[in-house]
């Protein structure tokens, strides 16, 4: 066995590799971890064992990747969510951490609002790898759940992903809401897009270079899916009910004031995120107003 072949050896040359392409080093040893089928204690105790030709070929394949701004998620097709793996590619936004909240919030919501009711209808707006949507379906079973999206790659992605880890979601294409008219719905959840176009160039380029623009930016400053939501959800939704949105750190007044006029007797509160930005409105619709 050649010294280069040990695992700390090729785990080096991939990190500096890296650090000389200006990227994160650490990605490195996710990679090698993930070709490995390691956890980082076990790569730590076996250093110094060989890494295969096979292995070393697609860790440095994957390392050129990463090194041309390619994300590691995009590297390994998958991303861990909720606590699991959902397959990823360039169809589809990489699922964040942001998002967790969001679906973690909506269920103490639901909890909290519906705390014994099963059949609870939610629908899933662009809902890309569909993240929310199965995750949502596998952590209260008995919600019947539909997601959205507008691009028929994405649905691809999120059926797969639906398929393999044995969620009973139904996906419809189309452009937001449109393709849930017709249906009441108690839950909406979206992460639509909502980054101001004129940020492109502020932001790295792992991102606008790789993931898909239309599921990253949106017109009116970023605001123009809320509008459309806004002004789309009063026909679709039961009483009670629940909205959450995921938002950008600074709209949350803007998507507050849009909810609150489409939902005039709701409650609608902005709610900060692990990090203390502004990052969901929640939108919740009591059982029995007068109009």
Not at 34 to 46: A, F, M, Q, V, W
Not at 214 to 222: M, N, P, R, T, V
Not at 252 to 261: K, L, Q
């Amino acid at each position: 066995m050649r010294q280069s072949d040990t695992a700390a050896a090729v785990l080096a040359e991939g990190k500096k590799l890296l650090s000389e392409a200006g990227r994160e080093s650490n990605a490195a040893e996710l990679l090698l971890m993930d070709i490995l089928g390691l956890s980082r204690t076990e790569l730590l105790i076996r250093l110094r064992d060989e890494v295969g030709k096979e292995d070393r070929q697609r860790f440095f394949f994957g390392i050129a990747e990463m090194a041309s701004g390619m994300p590691l998620q995009y590297v390994t097709g998958r991303e861990m969510f909720y606590g699991r793996f959902f397959t990823v590619n360039r169809d589809v936004l990489i699922p964040r951490p942001e998002t967790e909240e969001l679906v973690s919030n909506a269920l103490v919501r639901a909890s909290r609002i519906w705390p014994s009711r099963s059949g609870l209808r939610l629908a899933d707006i662009g809902t890309g790898s569909g993240a929310i949507a199965v995750t949502f379906k596998l952590e209260r079973q008995g919600t019947e759940v539909m997601a959205t999206d507008i691009s028929p790659a994405a649905l691809r992605v999120a059926a797969e992903n639906a398929e393999r880890l044995s969620a009973d979601v139904t996906f419809l294409e189309g452009n937001m809401a449109a393709p849930l008219a017709g249906w009441v719905w108690d839950i909406v959840l979206s992460n639509p897009p909502y980054i101001d176009p004129g940020d492109e160039l502020e932001m790295s380029d792992t991102v606008t270079g790789h993931e898909p623009h239309s599921a990253l930016f949106a017109e009116e400053q970023g605001l123009a899916h809320y509008r459309t939501l806004a002004a789309s959800l009063p026909d679709l939704m039961a009483s009670p009910g629940l909205i959450g949105v995921e938002i950008g750190h600074d709209q949350g007044p803007a998507v507050r004031e849009m909810f609150r006029a489409a939902f005039p007797h709701a409650a609608v509160d902005i709610i900060r995120d692990i990090n203390g930005k502004d990052r969901m409105v929640f939108c919740e619709i009591p059982g029995n107003h007068s109009d």
